[in-house]
């Protein structure tokens, strides 16, 4: 059974596009997060809904929108896409209040903008 | 600031040489640390975490990592690397009070046949 998944797995589109990206949990984990993977390698934060609520907004452009209809879905849209938004986004989950509050992370999708 | 340093950009090893990845943290509380591997192509997948009681603990796929408090560091080992350890791997500290985790910038491991 798949933990953390994610569609879809590849999205090439162009600039100016919108999409969304969608995650889905089945681990009864109550916290989840979006992290976007630079060309580096880098792993940074962007969002995290606590039992759909926002907990963590980064600096994040506002054409970036996260939803959470439910706390096992977190879902990422993102307006107007341009050339730097190119990168891996990857869902991860968590469990608040049951230490050690490890994060599980979904296969990652490849976004690439033309 | 909470931090977590990678000195380590890259590293090569032969096959069924040891491995150890370094890791230091800054952080004002008792950390959880945690170890990630990711494979090419591939999500991070949870090698190890540590919270409280035994410094040294055991991951899967023969890992293991020992915390030093006075040393703020959180090392990960492996005795005998195999080609397929050949990934990226990842330190991360947290979470904060506001449930992020800070993550190091990563090791990338090649391992020679």
């Known amino acids: 059974d798949t933990a953390v998944s994610q569609t879809p797995k590849y999205l090439v589109t162009q600039m100016g596009n919108d999409k969304s990206i969608k995650c889905e949990q089945n681990l009864g984990h109550d916290t989840m997060y979006w992290y976007k993977q630079d060309s580096k390698k880098f792993l940074k934060i962007m969002f995290s809904y606590n039992n759909k609520e926002l907990i963590i907004n980064e600096t994040v452009p506002n054409r970036f929108s996260p939803k959470s209809p439910d706390k096992a879905h977190l879902n990422l849209h993102i307006n107007s896409l341009e050339l730097g938004d190119s990168a891996v986004y990857f869902c991860?989950?968590?469990?608040?209040?049951?230490?050690?509050?490890?994060?599980?992370f979904g296969p990652g999708t490849r976004l690439t903008v033309t | 600031a909470q931090s977590v340093t990678q000195p380590d950009i890259h590293i090569t090893v032969s096959e069924g040489a040891s491995l150890e990845l370094r890791c230091n943290y800054s952080?004002?509380?008792?950390?959880?640390l945690f170890w990630y591997v990711q494979s090419p192509g591939q999500g991070l997948q949870l090698l190890l975490k540590?919270?409280?009681?035994?410094?040294l603990v055991q991951g899967i796929k023969g890992f293991e990592a020992e915390f030093k408090r006075s040393q703020s560091s959180f090392n990960l080992r492996k005795p005998s690397v195999h080609w397929s350890d050949a990934a990226e791997y990842f330190c991360a500290v947290g979470p904060s009070g506001t449930y992020k985790y800070i993550f190091g910038t990563g090791t990338r491991l090649k391992v020679l046949a």
């Open positions: 540590y919270f409280s009681g035994d410094t």
């Open positions: 991860a989950s968590s469990l608040r209040g049951q230490a050690p509050y490890e994060q599980y």
């Open positions: 952080y004002g509380a008792t950390p959880y």
